[in-house]
């Protein structure tokens, strides 16, 4: 496969660019025989700065380190599971739930509508009782344009 000019170029603008920041690295090396520059290097009180800031030694505390990582929390239990799974659809100015309970636990729901425009009422739907391996489909609406719309639960 053939690369193209461009690329071709790209490529080599990058090795120049690459090899522009090598170059002050290599002429910094000391030459053979001389010590490479280090703490010791810098002047007398700046040397007495550094060392008071920075300890001779790092200590680590083995005992402070946990043997084994923390652990996570499980999954809930049975009896804390709660809740109807609803599926919240908006058309225009209708909108419409509907909602399936999977567990064995009755769930009161309500529809909550928020309508855009200040003055169109809100609504909200009376509690609806869902038991078990229950649906229901829940319906709302807005004179004008939909907001926002969520549905709550509740244990009866």
């Known amino acids: 496969m053939r690369a193209r000019r461009s690329r071709a170029v790209s490529l080599l603008v990058t090795s120049v660019v690459l090899t522009g920041f090598l170059i002050p690295g290599a002429v910094a090396q000391p030459e053979p025989g001389e010590p490479a520059p280090g703490p010791e290097a810098v002047a007398p ?17 083995l005992d402070e380190i946990p043997a084994e990582p923390p652990v996570r929390a499980g999954p809930p239990a049975a009896e804390e599971l709660f809740g109807a799974d609803c599926d919240t659809v908006i058309e225009g100015s209708q909108v419409t739930a509907a909602c399936h309970n999977s ?3 009755t769930d009161l729901l309500r529809l909550h509508v928020e309508c855009d425009r200040w003055w169109d009422l809100d609504a909200d739907t009376a509690a609806t009782a869902l038991g078990p391996a229950g649906r229901v489909e829940l319906t709302s609406r807005c004179w004008k344009e939909v907001r926002s719309a969520w549905v709550t639960h509740q244990r009866p």
């Open 45 to 61: 009180a700046a040397a007495e700065q550094v060392s008071d800031q920075v300890p001779d030694r790092a200590v680590v505390d």
């Open 103 to 105: 567990y064995p636990e």
